[in-house]
């Protein structure tokens, strides 16, 4: 059966370490995926105005699940915005208090990102690189936005951990995932990207068996349980790997890019 819907992951997937892919051979893909009626969706725990940027003349014309799910957007359209209620959000802020960790913490609205504003001025500028839209604050109660999720950076060997104290703590309210190199993700918990894919796939009666998904950190696991052709990247935790049916070449590899192009050879 013919690919219809092609979800990416960004970072370690569809970019490079550095960041970046190769501008011309996605845009002459990209052109044979709109000849074939191909659906090309942007599916990650980044910021959706951070999503845009990496595709300024198609921004308008993409799909994007933001946020891990929570942020669901097509052809510039909102489709689902997930909201965390204040019990939620007041019982992580605590969560990080008691942990002393505000000066990891991003707080990710639909507006904007927020840190704290006694966060040092390298964290600020290193965080800045993954959103479009970042604000200090003195405090995350004066915020006035949605919220839909919590984002965070420790050392590596910590999240094992972490994961399991989020759980404990707050896991009947939010769902803690791993996104790669430290970074731990509490999202509201059923929305995933898998869930944001089947939002998609619902509004353009597309099916499980005519879409591909590429992932490689634990965020990705149930759009790759999701989907009927799933990849794993080659630099993909374990976990990962064994959640997916294919394999593809690093990010550093254009692994994407060189799996897209044998998809659409599949009639």
């Not at 014309?61 to 019990?87: H, P, R, Y």
């Not at 605590?94 to 639909?110: H, N």
């Not at 290193?126 to 006035?144: A, G, P, Q």
Request: net charge negative; glycine share 6%.
């Amino acid at each position: 059966m013919p690919i219809k819907l092609i979800a990416v992951d960004m970072d370690g997937t569809f970019l490079d370490s550095r960041k970046q892919y190769n501008k011309d051979r996605f845009n002459a893909l990209y052109a044979r995926m709109l000849e074939k009626d191909i659906r090309f969706v942007v599916a990650s725990g980044n910021q959706y105005y951070q999503l845009r940027s990496f595709f300024p003349d198609i921004q308008d014309e993409l799909a994007f699940v933001a946020e891990n799910g929570a942020f669901v957007v097509d052809c510039n359209k909102e489709l689902s915005v997930g909201e965390m209620t204040q019990e939620t959000i007041d019982k992580v802020l605590r969560i990080f208090k008691e942990l002393d960790a505000y000066s990891k913490l991003v707080v990710c609205g639909k507006n904007s990102a927020y840190v704290d504003s006694s966060v040092s001025d390298h964290f600020y500028q290193n965080t800045k690189r993954f959103y479009r839209r970042l604000k200090r604050v003195d405090s995350f109660s004066e915020i006035d936005d949605i919220i839909f999720k919590f984002a965070s950076g420790f050392a590596e060997e910590e999240v094992p951990a972490l994961l399991e104290h989020f759980k404990r703590e707050a896991g009947d309210v939010v769902s803690p995932v791993s996104t790669g190199h430290g970074s731990i993700d509490l999202i509201i918990p059923g929305m995933h990207k898998a869930s944001g894919i089947q939002l998609l796939q619902k509004q353009w009666g597309i099916s499980d068996e005519e879409t591909a998904a590429f992932g490689d950190s634990g965020n990705d696991i149930e759009m790759l349980q999701h989907v009927a052709y799933s990849f794993a990247m080659a630099n993909a935790a374990d976990d990962v790997k064994k959640s997916a049916k294919y394999r593809a070449l690093s990010n550093n590899e254009e692994g994407v890019l060189d799996a897209i192009e044998r998809l659409l050879e599949i009639e």
